[in-house]
């Protein structure tokens, strides 16, 4: 193996440091901008090399390659690699960038610990007791399992609320199983929104910072904005903003994220917000025809929008479109094609998720032409779509099977009985009453209600 030595200019969004020998590039593992280091060269790829430092030795969790680097300095390399990409790849000339959200707690701020584990043992480094980006907790709870692995793992996982609150367990083929003392579900708030979390809930693994983001996405929105919310996971950016929304409508592929979008829209007695199952490229074209909306929000991962939905968002001419991106470079890659399809870069907002990693959120805003708000107001309609479900007559098995479908509970015809008494709706002569003043039945559990509440109002019946 080759040792070289070499001055590091810049660094990848591989976390390698970039320098130059003998007029190639050279990717170099373990080493930061400004040092001078030894490295090996392990791999020539014509063009560039691939190197590792020579003397580096990782000492913390792979997860935070960037500690070693003042945390300003890595504020700067982000708002540099955000400028580069919408420069370089979405051809913007001079694009308006406000100044980086950094966070206030750069240490122990993960939620979510995600070890991977191979004969009953968690793959992280060995030497690593104390990784500064995972929480306490996890790093306690890492350590029980090195003494007490368990050997059909897969992955160790664990969660933590900032109320104290934790979950344990391990991802196994059949599924998963819990670990010590820890919760099924634990409670989390974001602003004033309350968040079940269970083993499979889809989260941002920085709270603190996750609010910070979409304060930043809510200060786009509109007061009576009607929203369409895509790629919307657990519902938490449409729900976080619905108090200043006429209707939310959000979209997202994943079973197990709707039934959580639509119980914590229950937790938290929001009405104004659907829910619907399906890949948002498809479903806005196929679901929702003629639906228009004040402000579109997406939210995609880290691969970006399928090129259909940017097309089919376009039709659509929302006043705003706010782009929430996990990518730079898919995030340019987009904005290039929203250009062609007629919306404007407006500004971008880059949000520090992540400390001592390369990875970093971006908000954008783009307007589509040049629609003034104070002259022209685009209604939300649905009288395009189909109002089928939407009948006074609404069966006990279509409330059954939608409350089931949304919430993943199941509910007797008498639990509809009883709520739709609640809410004066009369029942034919003794359907579902009680046999006898004396007699009781019994009452129907509080989730329930409000699902079936929820259910009533989506077919109009309340």
């Known amino acids: 193996m080759k040792t070289i030595k070499i001055k590091i200019e810049d660094l990848s969004d591989r976390a390698e440091g970039i320098g130059h020998f003998d007029e190639k590039a050279v990717f170099v593992k373990g080493a930061l901008p400004g040092e001078e280091v030894e490295a090996e060269v392990y791999q020539d790829k014509g063009r560039f090399l691939k190197a590792r430092a020579k003397d580096y030795v990782d000492e913390v969790c792979g997860g935070a390659p960037l500690l070693r680097m003042p945390y300003g300095k890595q504020l700067a390399w982000k708002e540099k690699h955000l400028r580069d990409c919408l420069t370089r790849i979405a051809k913007l000339e001079d694009p308006k960038i406000k100044p980086i959200v950094r966070a206030d707690n750069i240490y122990n701020y993960r939620n979510k610990g995600e070890f991977d584990v191979e004969e009953g043992l968690p793959l992280c480094n060995i030497h690593c007791r104390d990784c500064s980006?995972?929480?306490e907790k996890a790093m306690e709870v890492l350590g029980e399992f090195r003494k007490d692995p368990r050997k059909n793992a897969e992955?160790?996982?664990?969660?933590?609320?900032?109320?104290?609150?934790?979950?344990?367990?391990?991802?196994?083929?059949?599924?998963?199983?819990?670990?010590?003392?820890g919760q099924k579900i634990i409670h989390e708030k974001i602003g004033n929104i309350e968040v079940d979390v269970d083993p499979f809930s889809f989260y941002q693994v920085n709270t603190e910072q996750c609010e910070k983001l979409y304060s930043l996405v809510r200060s786009y929105v509109k007061d009576g904005d009607s929203m369409l919310d895509l790629y919307c996971g657990a519902g938490t950016i449409g729900l976080f903003c619905s108090d200043k929304c006429s209707r939310?409508?959000?979209?997202?592929?994943?079973?197990?994220a709707i039934l959580q979008a639509n119980r914590n829209a229950i937790i938290n007695h929001i009405v104004n917000t659907t829910f619907i199952e399906g890949k948002a490229e498809d479903a806005v074209a196929e679901k929702l025809q003629g639906v228009k909306a004040d402000i579109v929000v997406v939210d995609p991962p880290r691969a970006g929008c399928d090129k259909k939905l940017l097309e089919t968002i376009s039709k659509i001419g929302p006043e705003r479109l706010v782009y929430v991106s996990c990518d730079p470079a898919t995030l340019a890659r987009d904005i290039h094609i929203l250009n062609e399809l007629g919306f404007s870069f407006s500004e971008a907002t880059p949000v520090d998720m992540f400390p001592h990693t390369v990875h970093v959120e971006t908000v954008v805003l783009l307007s589509k032409g040049n629609i003034s708000s104070q002259n022209v107001r685009v209604e939300f309609s649905l009288e395009d779509m189909d109002m089928s479900r939407f009948q006074q007559g609404a069966t006990y098995e279509k409330i059954q099977e939608w409350v089931q479908e949304k919430y993943g509970l199941h509910v007797t015809h008498?639990?509809?009985?009883?709520?739709?008494?609640?809410?004066?709706?009369?029942?034919?002569?003794?359907?579902?009453?009680?046999?006898?003043?004396?007699?009781?039945?019994?009452?129907?559990?509080?989730?329930k209600v409000k699902a079936i509440e929820a259910a009533l109002r989506f077919y109009r019946m309340i």
């Open 133 to 135: 980006i995972q929480s």
């Open 155 to 181: 992955k160790l996982i664990v969660r933590t609320a900032r109320n104290g609150e934790y979950m344990a367990y391990t991802i196994q083929q059949n599924g998963y199983e819990l670990l010590y003392d």
């Open 248 to 256: 939310v409508i959000g979209v997202e592929s994943v079973h197990e």
């Open 414 to 447: 008498l639990n509809i009985a009883q709520v739709k008494r609640k809410h004066g709706i009369i029942e034919r002569d003794n359907y579902n009453k009680p046999k006898s003043p004396d007699s009781k039945q019994p009452g129907c559990p509080e989730e």
